[in-house]
C-alpha cells in the first residue's frame, strides 16, 4: 500500500482485478478515484459505487463507447479520432475529461498515438466539444530505461503546450504498480496502482 503521495500526484486505484469487497473497503477508508479496463465493468461499478468517479483506462472499442460517453469520470486511453466521436455522441450534459494515450515505449503491441503525430492529433480532438483534453497517458516498457520513457511523455506534454499556451492538457497519468516512484519523479500528476493497494 502507498503511504503517502506528493500533493501534485492524485492516487488512482485500478480495481480491474480486484472484489467488490474490497473496492468497497477502500471507498470506506476515503479512496475516490477507481479504474477500470472493460467498459462493462465500469459500467456496472459506476451504477454500483456512484459516490466515487470511475475511470476509463484500457483499449475501446466503439461498440463499448457509449458506456465510456455515459458513466467514466474521465477517459485515460483515447488515441483513435473515431472512437472519440463515438465515445462524445453519448456524452450528456456535461463535458467529459480526456486524456490522450501517447505510445512512448515504442512497443508495437501497445496502443497510442506516436510523438510524431501528437500535435496533430490533439488538433483533431480539441473540436469535439463534449471532450476536454486534460493531460498524456503513458506506460513504460517493463524491461527499458522508465525515467527516460516518464521524462519522454513530460517533453511532449511540455511541447504541446508551447505550441498551444492556452490548453489545459497539464496532467501526466504515468507509472504503475513496479515503476510509480520513478514517475512522480519525473513528474506524474496522476499514478495508477493495482496490486499495491488490493494485494491481489
Same mark, same amino acid.
Given at each position: 500500500?502507498?503511504q503517502? #503521495?506528493?500533493?501534485?500526484?492524485?492516487? #488512482?486505484?485500478? *480495481?480491474?482485478?480486484?472484489?467488490?469487497?474490497?473496492?468497497?473497503?477502500?471507498i470506506? +477508508?476515503?479512496?475516490q478515484?477507481? !479504474?477500470? !479496463?472493460?467498459?462493462?465493468?465500469?459500467r456496472?461499478?459506476?451504477?454500483?459505487?456512484?459516490?466515487?468517479? &470511475?475511470? $476509463?483506462?484500457?483499449p475501446?472499442?466503439? %461498440?463499448?463507447?457509449?458506456?465510456?460517453?455515459k458513466?467514466?469520470a474521465? &477517459?485515460?486511453?483515447?488515441?483513435?479520432?473515431?472512437?472519440?466521436?463515438?465515445?462524445?455522441?453519448?456524452v450528456?450534459?456535461?463535458?467529459?475529461?480526456? &486524456?490522450?494515450?501517447?505510445?512512448?515505449?515504442?512497443? *508495437?503491441?501497445? /496502443?497510442?498515438?506516436?510523438?510524431?503525430? #501528437?500535435?496533430?492529433?490533439?488538433?483533431?480532438?480539441?473540436p469535439?466539444k463534449?471532450?476536454?483534453?486534460v493531460?498524456?497517458?503513458? $506506460?513504460? +516498457?517493463?524491461?527499458?530505461?522508465?525515467r /527516460?520513457?516518464f !521524462?519522454?511523455?513530460?517533453q511532449?506534454?511540455?511541447?504541446?503546450?508551447?505550441?498551444?499556451?492556452?490548453? !489545459?492538457?497539464?496532467?501526466?497519468?504515468?507509472? $504503475? *504498480? %513496479?515503476?510509480w516512484r520513478?514517475?512522480?519523479?519525473?513528474?506524474?500528476?496522476m499514478?495508477r #496502482?493495482? *496490486?499495491?493497494?488490493? %494485494?491481489?
Open positions: 500500500m502507498v503517502s #503521495l506528493p500533493e501534485q500526484t492524485q492516487l #488512482l486505484a485500478v *480495481s480491474k482485478y480486484t472484489t467488490d469487497e474490497k473496492v468497497a473497503c477502500l470506506k +477508508a476515503g479512496q478515484d477507481f !479504474a477500470e !479496463a472493460k467498459p462493462q465493468s465500469l456496472d461499478r459506476a451504477q454500483h459505487y456512484p459516490q466515487v468517479r &470511475w475511470h $476509463m483506462i484500457g475501446l472499442q466503439k %461498440n463499448k463507447a457509449k458506456y465510456v460517453g458513466f467514466a474521465t &477517459w485515460h486511453s483515447l488515441c483513435d479520432v473515431e472512437t472519440a466521436l463515438a465515445v462524445a455522441k453519448h450528456q450534459d456535461r463535458v467529459l475529461p480526456v &486524456w490522450i494515450q501517447v505510445n512512448i515505449s515504442g512497443e *508495437s503491441q501497445k /496502443q497510442g498515438v506516436s510523438e510524431a503525430d #501528437l500535435t496533430l492529433f490533439y488538433t483533431q480532438i480539441c469535439i463534449e471532450l476536454h483534453v493531460g498524456l497517458m503513458g $506506460m513504460a +516498457a517493463k524491461d527499458g530505461d522508465k /527516460q520513457t !521524462a519522454k511523455l513530460r511532449c506534454r511540455d511541447n504541446l503546450l508551447a505550441q498551444f499556451p492556452e490548453s !489545459a492538457c497539464q496532467g501526466l497519468s504515468m507509472g $504503475m *504498480s %513496479n515503476d520513478i514517475a512522480i519523479e519525473e513528474g506524474a500528476t499514478i #496502482l493495482g *496490486s499495491n493497494i488490493f %494485494n491481489d
